[in-house]
């Protein structure tokens, strides 16, 4: 990995990080929509001077990706984690609650987080920051995505006859679940904010997934056994995934 600059465009300069990529045959360019900047792949044929004038001869596609970027952070802005703050679970809103408390006086192994009346309550000791907030707002998700996913595993895996290893919860930027070779099964703990249908979905593609390695027909027609609505899933994630990710 190499460090990263800016890219000068006449008006904007905009980030720009480099990755070398031994496997890479062409330069290729993209857009990060979380950190609003540009990653270059560069093969090891390439040296950084001819990457960026590539990446200076894309500038109509590098505004466009500005230019949406910006669209979806105005519709749905970053989360302040402050009280009031509206938040999802399982598709249904929760209003953020802050339930301060004296460090000294609380008492240990309160649960952090708790769904009460439409409210999302998180017990906080009195001068955390908005870190620790988001810490455990975060860690309350992964938990119930565990709980979730692990349950409607269960059930699909029994349904498909399949078997899998280790099960593990991630934040990727870019993907909802993945499945490895050794049958290993990830999962991003924020789709414990979409629908329990969008849940199934994925499960249900990453479990397919240890029988068919690819997103063949025969993929789909094993996805559909479970899921007969699968296109309307993955339009739903497609056209939600910025609030999901915020
Ligand atoms: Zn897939």
Not at 29 to 40: I, K, Y
Not at 69 to 79: K, S, T, W, Y
Not at 97 to 111: T, V
Request: glycine fraction near 6%.
């Amino acid at each position: 990995m190499l460090s990263p600059t800016e890219l000068v465009l006449s008006d904007i300069s905009v980030p720009l990080s480099f990755r070398s990529s031994p496997k890479a045959r062409r330069l290729a360019l993209r857009f990060d929509a979380q950190a609003m900047g540009l990653v270059l792949v560069l093969p090891s044929s390439a040296s950084r001077a001819q990457g960026v004038a590539f990446a200076l001869g894309q500038e109509a596609w590098i505004r466009r990706q500005l230019s949406r970027a910006q669209e979806v952070r105005q519709a749905f802005p970053p989360l302040r984690y402050q009280p009031g703050d509206t938040l999802l679970f399982l598709g249904e809103p929760l209003i953020l609650e802050l339930d301060w408390m004296n460090p000294l006086r609380s008492r240990k192994r309160l649960r952090p987080c708790r769904i009460e009346g439409g409210c999302l309550k998180v017990r906080i000791p009195q001068g955390s920051g908005l870190a620790e907030i988001r810490k455990r707002i975060h860690a309350f998700y992964k938990d119930k995505a565990s709980q979730i996913i692990h349950e409607r595993l269960e059930e699909l895996g029994t349904f498909y006859g399949s078997t899998y290893r280790r099960v593990s919860f991630r934040d990727q930027k870019t993907r909802w679940g993945s499945c490895s070779a050794q049958g290993n099964l990830n999962f991003n703990w924020r789709l414990a904010m979409a629908p329990i249908e969008i849940v199934d979905y994925v499960v249900a593609h990453e479990l397919c997934h240890l029988r068919h390695m690819n997103h063949s027909k025969a993929f789909w027609a094993w996805v559909e056994k479970a899921i007969p609505d699968h296109k309307e899933a993955r339009a739903w994630l497609r056209k939600n995934e910025a609030m999901l990710r915020r």
